[in-house]
């Protein structure tokens, strides 16, 4: 059995079915995230396993104890929230102890215990500094400390990194995840951002609408997204129906939606010799705008009435195509995803 089982989680609020018998499977030690938009009930599902939201059907199973019935306190899990929730009449160090301090832990383990997680978040020089002295990278390694020092059995993140800026919540997400494994210990982070549920997640469930419409490792859901939502949600992913595909090639193709990455397609002059193009989908185009992403170039480029990315390296020395110039496309055959 897995070390966290959810069976059948159902959750309504008045006329709304936020959970739609949810199930998922988590092991031991492993870093899931819950990925999707706004309002899919994913934050329902990590405040139900919390025991802050009652179940309306199913089951929360722990290390093989189900703890659906359970009140909060009784549940051996720890909760990190997009607000840091310090208290601010509180040091770094009685911020962390304070979890300790309420299960009446000897002092001096609550001391080897408090100092040993700080070292963990290397604050140590900041253990008698005040919330309002600290910035906000910092103050979100001690919401983290507090829940870590008291060894929950699972780890819940709700978004714990969406109030910093893009250098300080890179850093973190990377420091999150060196100390998930140097724990070993289980959590389960929320996020609607797709990149940081690449970063750091051993695998990720996709939400969408109270159910989880795709799982998986992050690099073979966006090698290999099953459906259209997940192929627009998970990445830039032009999707074409086999009419369009038909109309711009002349081939015919499997009924259905094919989803193809921006990354996988190339960009040629258009005056290329047919002697010179290798084995592919040929499409000619029209270059409509081109935008700049850090190290990559995003062309979107139009094709009779079809539309599509293009993403290529962005090297200075080769130059960016000018709007309105004339090209040609190449697609891999083998990079048509058929969706379900």
Not at 56 to 72: A, E, K
Not at 180 to 208: G, P, W, Y
Not at 311 to 330: S, Y
Request: hydrophobic share 40%; aromatic share 6%.
């Amino acid at each position: 059995m897995s070390y966290v089982q959810i069976d059948q989680a159902l959750k309504r609020y008045a006329d709304s079915t936020v959970l739609k018998q949810v199930s998922l499977q988590i092991e031991k030690g492993e870093l899931v995230t819950l990925l999707g938009p706004s309002g899919c009930g994913k934050s329902t599902l990590l405040r139900s396993i919390a025991g802050l939201e009652k179940l309306d059907g199913g089951t929360i199973s722990v290390n093989g104890n189900d703890i659906s019935h359970l009140p909060p306190q009784r549940r051996n899990v720890g909760m990190v929230f997009q607000s840091y929730a310090l208290f601010p009449n509180m040091t770094v160090f009685d911020n962390i102890a304070f979890g300790l301090k309420m299960r009446k832990w000897p002092r001096k383990e609550i001391t080897d215990k408090v100092k040993q997680v700080i070292e963990l978040i290397h604050m140590s020089d900041k253990a008698s500094s005040y919330p309002h002295q600290l910035s906000g990278g910092q103050q979100q390694r001690v919401a983290l400390a507090r829940a870590l020092v008291t060894e929950p059995d699972i780890l819940l993140l709700d978004e714990p990194l969406s109030a910093l800026d893009a250098k300080i919540r890179k850093n973190l997400q990377i420091e999150l995840r060196n100390i998930q494994r140097e724990l070993k210990m289980t959590m389960i982070f929320v996020t609607h951002d797709q990149e940081e549920a690449m970063t750091i997640s051993d695998r990720i469930f996709i939400m969408n609408g109270g159910n989880i419409v795709h799982q998986g490792k992050p690099e073979d859901i966006y090698a290999s997204p099953k459906t259209e939502f997940v192929a627009r949600f998970i990445g830039s992913y032009n999707v074409l129906t086999d009419i369009e595909l038909h109309s711009l090639t002349g081939k015919s193709f499997e009924s259905g939606s094919y989803a193809i990455r921006p990354e996988v397609m190339e960009l040629h002059p258009h005056d290329a010799p047919p002697e010179q193009q290798q084995p592919g989908i040929w499409l000619e185009g029209i270059v409509k705008s081109m935008t700049v992403r850090g190290n990559v170039c995003r062309y979107l480029i139009q094709s009779q009435d079809v539309t599509l990315w293009v993403d290529e390296l962005n090297v200075p020395q080769r130059g960016a195509l000018d709007e309105g110039l004339f090209i040609k496309v190449r697609i891999p055959e083998s990079e048509c995803n058929l969706l379900e």
